[in-house]
């Protein structure tokens, strides 16, 4: 079964500071690995996807299969990042079905 | 474009009423899931659909039933609601293919049972 842990639940920094949101999964196959982002009364939006290697808003992901690890990162954190954000892995294949973790909720302190 | 819609966005319901949330996508997406939102839980997948007239039980589908009559509808029925189904519930839907498996979530639905 997979499963992805989101070890903090709560994240508080100041602005200007490094972020690191912790994500681990467990699957057996090659996973698809997200992170979701839910600022204060909006939908869930995807934020980045290891597949794409991509940098949205400053945050980066590496995805690293020996440790199974997929940590969100950022150099400097602003205000503007405070939200709840999810790592979330699908199987792939014919099967998309997303399995998310708990969440971390990042607080960005001026 | 309107993406995924959820109905009703708020609703109080007493212990034992019956009530169905909806959820359409304009996107022409195959794949559409029901998850419940509860803190400290994250996101916990209901049920799901791949297509039309399929359904499969997600992580929690206990007390839920779900039906895609059509592509761009995802029912969630609940028969007899209980306190432990106060949650906030949200709908998504993906289409399949390795580089398209973002999911597209709706607004919530949040729902206190009494």
């Known amino acids: 079964a997979q499963r992805v842990t989101q070890p903090e639940k709560l994240l508080s920094v100041f602005k200007g500071a490094p972020v690191e949101l912790k994500c681990n999964y467990s699957?057996?196959?090659?996973?698809?690995l997200f992170w979701y982002v839910q600022y204060s009364r909006q939908r869930l939006q995807l934020l980045l996807r290891?597949?794409s290697r991509e940098s949205i808003k400053g945050f980066t992901a590496d995805l690293n299969k020996g440790e199974t690890s997929f940590h969100l990162k950022k150099p400097f954190a602003q205000e503007e990042d405070s939200a709840m954000y999810y790592c979330?892995?699908?199987?792939?294949?014919?099967?998309?079905?997303?399995?998310f973790g708990k969440g971390t909720l990042l607080t960005v302190n001026p | 474009n309107a993406g995924v819609t959820q109905t009703p966005k708020f609703r109080v319901l007493k212990t034992g009423q019956s009530m169905t949330l909806l959820c359409a996508q304009d996107?022409?997406?195959?794949?559409m899931y029901w998850y419940r939102q509860d803190p400290g839980m994250g996101l916990r997948l209901i049920h799901y659909?791949?297509?039309?007239?399929?359904?499969a039980k997600g992580e929690v589908p206990d007390g839920y039933n779900v039906s895609r009559l059509k592509k761009q509808n995802f029912l969630l029925g609940l028969e007899s609601a209980a306190p432990s189904q106060t949650s906030v519930y949200f709908c998504?839907?993906?289409?399949?293919?390795?580089?398209?498996?973002?999911?597209?979530f709706g607004q919530g639905t949040r729902l206190t049972v009494v």
């Open positions: 699957y057996s196959g090659s996973p698809e």
């Open positions: 998504a839907s993906s289409k399949p293919g390795a580089e398209n498996t973002e999911a597209f």
């Open positions: 659909s791949v297509g039309e007239g399929t359904t």
């Open positions: 996107m022409n997406h195959e794949y």
């Open positions: 290891h597949i």
């Open positions: 979330a892995l699908s199987r792939g294949g014919s099967n998309y079905k997303l399995t």
